[in-house]
């Protein structure tokens, strides 16, 4: 499996709901939207850095934007957050979503949603936490939806940072991909209002 900063820029991921599992239906303009970000999948042990460090809380609402197959999304509401939500806008993320979804406790299953949706058109403002794995120039063209965030908000991304937004935090650390390759990684944390550098 191929890292993501290998590859070339694609379209945006935007998330799911089913069944219990919940999945919103998409506008008319996102069946046919084509991704910005091409899918691969964050590893769980960098899942597991970038929740620990958002501080997940009892009381946090967590939106994952470009979601993938819904892991960070359900690891969330693993963690305690009172409610956890994925965005992708490709359906066939969507059916992944549903798939983990399904293998999660009915405890998790209450707290999740997924929706299919343009992430430049998504009100973030419910949210108190903010995920994202999306390539650079996305990361920029997110920041006035970014700018929505209650203040105190953490923002927190897989591998890439938002040009002119220096973070808070940035580590790198190892982690095995799901093919089993060990590859090295860097997570980067903001907190609601973003701050510009001079």
Request: proline fraction near 7%; aromatic fraction near 6%; include cysteine.
């Amino acid at each position: 499996m191929r890292h993501l900063k290998l590859l070339a820029p694609a379209t945006l991921v935007v998330a799911l709901l089913a069944t219990t599992f919940i999945m919103t239906a998409p506008a008319a303009d996102d069946k046919k939207a084509v991704p910005d970000v091409p899918y691969v999948p964050t590893p769980h042990a960098v899942v597991a850095k970038m929740l620990e460090l958002a501080r997940i809380t009892k009381d946090d609402v967590v939106y994952d934007l470009g979601c993938g197959d819904g892991r960070i999304v359900l690891a969330a509401a693993g963690k305690g957050a009172k409610k956890a939500i994925g965005f992708d806008i490709d359906p066939d993320r969507l059916r992944d979503c549903k798939k983990n979804f399904e293998k999660a406790t009915k405890e998790v299953q209450k707290k999740v949603e997924f929706r299919q949706k343009n992430l430049f058109e998504q009100d973030l403002s419910e949210a108190t936490v903010v995920t994202m794995y999306l390539l650079p120039e996305v990361n920029n063209r997110l920041v006035p939806k970014l700018k929505e965030l209650k203040p105190g908000s953490p923002i927190v991304s897989h591998d890439f940072n938002i040009e002119g937004y220096p973070p808070e935090k940035h580590i790198k650390m190892m982690a095995k991909d799901d093919d089993g390759n060990e590859n090295s990684h860097e997570i980067y944390l903001w907190t609601a209002p973003l701050k510009a550098g001079k």
